[in-house]
């Protein structure tokens, strides 16, 4: 996240292993000492960790959050959802919330003796005012899975599975149906696409495809999920289009459909994450600016943890270039191949006075810390308030004007490059942006020492840690946040001229998140990784990050507009989870020595094992995933 002092965590998983949901019904309601705590035992204490999912109450801005301790909470407006503010409990009863499901009716909610009601408001969840009752049957429901418009409800004791289209009667009755009658245990029911087809998959390792969700174990439409398997699936993650099967010899696909689970039809295999590379020769940071030059790698500058001694407070930042030894990024220079001479590096990048004693100055042998870095004319360039250049990333020259003093670079009168600049090649001309004020440059100078102001990005809200690419015979902007973190995006917004700029009706398939990594292979298919975004706020004063997430999920797109998701974000339970720590402010590259070999390169950002960034620190290791090749993908 760069020069932030701010530290961006994650939600729940997309799916739920319904054996294991199971087993938590016989806690009971916890009116026994040795149970869990209730609810009300708990209070108005807030929460301090990420909640397990939130949903928004229809109708407005009021959002009901569920925590991993069964507590439910109710915030009108949208904030203070782990408590506090203007937020109150949403269940005030003796027993634990498990489950909550937003519906165009209300919040619907499933509490731990199996009971469920629906609140048309969020509050209320256990009954009383304009709550009802949809379940207070014999049996229990162990799980509610949304489908469609409506819900499912599998019930614990083998009595099967209903569907709900209002969310109410869910064990029979009104407008629910029963879509599984038979013995079986039922592992998952997992929703494909926006309609109402589900994959369900059995203990025994079937899995079923329903076009309808009518007959899920077999029967009428529904047909094996995994024709020709060799191997039994033994899990189902819900993907932003489509699905991920495990199998039990540890082979995961991707199903763009919840059809052909082991292969065929549009399904691919999905390779795992390759930490062998370890960490690079390069201190750990984040924002570094990435580059593939000459059949290698660089990467440049970036942001350290401060360690609040040494000049390095606020803004702890390097100023060295480092160079892989080969073309796939693996295999790293132990030192810079160019670097400051002076010291100490890194060292802060806005240089201040600390109870007398000054930072030292900024080093004047190297570029802005932050400068983009990009390959114009064959030649490497670091792009900020001044421009530098190399042939060999080795040896670097200065633009001076004549006099010998830096000629101005497109930051003219700035005394630095930050982290959210780019530089972007289209049509033979190279665009510098800066997302954080919307300004744009352009340059068709060889050596990039003319620039020309084109004005502000008109009708784009300014913003930190956006992505920006060329694509397509355009310029892109997408992602990002508001600097002092109090909102996220994932709008799209393009240029064919860095002039005219319009926003895409359609924002982009991946949750509103800051500091992204994102990269293009030969066959033009942008490759998005990692991540940040806030998940609560604390509004009781100034707003501030209540709680915030890293990413470990991979996306792509063809186009810039229409995403699709390749690999799962942290705690999927896949074999490869944790391979990729979530992280953000990453650099990414896509290496290849042919289209079919291309693989995703990530390294460096700011993460850890626990996607909450409050325990995240800058990082150095690399990881490699083999891409699928082009033709393959869904």
């Known amino acids: 996240m760069g020069v932030s002092a701010v530290r961006p965590a994650l939600a729940g998983l997309a799916t739920i292993l319904i054996g294991s949901v199971l087993g938590m019904s016989s806690c009971g309601g916890g009116s026994s000492s040795s149970g869990p705590v209730s609810a009300a035992a708990m209070g108005s204490s807030t929460e301090s960790g990420a909640y397990t999912k939130a949903v928004k109450v229809a109708?407005?801005?009021?959002?009901?959050?569920?925590?991993?301790?069964?507590?439910?909470?109710?915030?009108?407006?949208?904030?203070?959802?782990?408590?506090?503010?203007?937020?109150?409990?949403?269940?005030?009863?003796?027993?634990?919330?498990?489950?909550?499901?937003?519906?165009?009716?209300?919040?619907?909610?499933?509490?731990?003796?199996?009971?469920?009601?629906?609140?048309?408001?969020?509050?209320?969840l256990g009954g009383g005012g304009a709550t009802g009752a949809a379940y207070q049957g014999g049996g229990q429901i162990g799980v509610l899975v949304k489908v469609g418009s409506g819900v499912d409800a599998v019930f614990a004791d083998g009595s099967g599975a209903y569907y709900s289209s209002d969310g109410l009667n869910l064990g029979g009755g009104g407008n629910t149906v029963r879509i599984y009658a038979g013995s079986a245990q039922l592992q998952q029911i997992v929703a494909v696409g926006p309609g109402d087809a589900v994959v369900a998959l059995f203990a025994s390792g079937a899995a079923f495809y329903s076009p309808d969700n009518r007959d899920i174990g077999g029967g009428a439409n529904t047909v094996s999920a995994a024709p020709g398997a060799n191997a039994a699936v033994t899990r189902l993650v819900q993907v932003g289009g489509g699905l991920l099967?495990?199998?039990?010899?540890?082979?995961?696909?991707?199903?763009?459909?919840?059809?052909?689970?082991?292969?065929?039809?549009?399904?691919i295999p999905v390779p795992a994450w390759d930490a062998s590379p370890g960490d690079g020769p390069f201190p750990a940071r984040d924002s570094a600016h990435g580059a593939t030059f000459l059949g290698r790698l660089w990467l440049s500058g970036g942001f350290a943890d401060p360690l609040n001694s040494n000049s390095c407070f606020s803004t702890c930042s390097f100023y060295d270039l480092w160079s892989s030894t080969d073309s796939q990024g693996v295999s790293w220079n132990t030192s810079p191949s160019f670097a400051t001479a002076t010291t100490p590096d890194p060292r802060d990048a806005n240089p201040i006075d600390h109870n007398g004693v000054p930072d030292a100055p900024l080093p004047t042998d190297f570029y802005d810390s932050y400068s983009a870095l990009t390959v114009w004319n064959g030649q490497l360039a670091a792009i900020g308030a001044t421009v530098w250049r190399s042939v060999d990333g080795v040896n670097w020259l200065r633009n001076n004007l004549a006099d010998g003093t830096a000629a101005p670079g497109p930051l003219a009168g700035l005394t630095r490059a930050n982290e959210n600049v780019r530089a972007l090649e289209l049509g033979g001309a190279l665009f510098f942006l800066q997302p954080d004020t919307g300004n744009v440059f352009r340059s068709t100078d060889p050596n990039a020492a003319v620039w020309t102001f084109l004005g502000v990005m008109p009708g784009f809200t300014p913003r930190c840690g956006a992505a920006a690419f060329a694509l397509g015979g355009k310029l892109w902007v997408t992602g990002g946040g508001a600097c002092d973190y109090s909102r996220v995006y994932n709008d799209v917004w393009s240029s064919p001229d860095g002039v005219n700029w319009a926003q895409s009706p359609q924002p982009a398939a991946w949750s509103a998140r800051m500091?992204?990594?994102?990269?293009?292979?030969?066959?033009?298919?942008?490759?998005?990784?990692?991540?940040?975004?806030?998940?609560?706020?604390?509004?009781?004063?100034?707003?501030?990050?209540?709680?915030?997430?890293?990413?470990?999920?991979?996306?792509?797109?063809?186009?810039?507009?229409?995403?699709?998701?390749?690999?799962?974000?942290?705690?999927?339970?896949?074999?490869?989870?944790?391979?990729?720590?979530?992280?953000?402010?990453?650099?990414?590259?896509?290496?290849?020595?042919?289209?079919?070999?291309?693989?995703?390169?990530?390294?460096?950002?700011?993460?850890?094992?626990?996607?909450?960034?409050?325990a995240a620190e800058v990082i150095n290791s690399i990881r490699v995933l083999a891409l699928p090749a082009a033709t393959t993908l869904p």
């Open 59 to 124: 109708g407005g801005p009021a959002v009901v959050a569920l925590f991993p301790d069964g507590r439910a909470l109710y915030s009108p407006d949208g904030f203070n959802l782990g408590g506090g503010g203007n937020t109150v409990p949403a269940y005030n009863g003796n027993l634990l919330v498990k489950d909550i499901v937003g519906l165009s009716g209300g919040v619907l909610a499933l509490l731990s003796n199996g009971s469920a009601y629906l609140s048309p408001d969020g509050q209320n």
């Open 245 to 267: 099967a495990e199998f039990a010899d540890g082979k995961v696909y991707l199903s763009p459909d919840g059809k052909n689970l082991g292969g065929g039809g549009a399904t």
């Open 515 to 614: 500091w992204p990594c994102i990269t293009t292979d030969p066959d033009g298919i942008l490759w998005l990784a990692g991540g940040y975004a806030p998940t609560d706020w604390d509004k009781s004063g100034t707003l501030t990050v209540r709680y915030g997430a890293n990413h470990a999920d991979v996306w792509y797109s063809r186009d810039g507009i229409d995403w699709k998701q390749l690999k799962a974000d942290a705690g999927s339970g896949l074999p490869d989870d944790g391979q990729l720590e979530p992280r953000h402010a990453a650099t990414c590259y896509v290496v290849s020595e042919t289209a079919a070999t291309a693989k995703l390169v990530i390294m460096a950002g700011t993460g850890g094992k626990d996607p909450n960034d409050a």
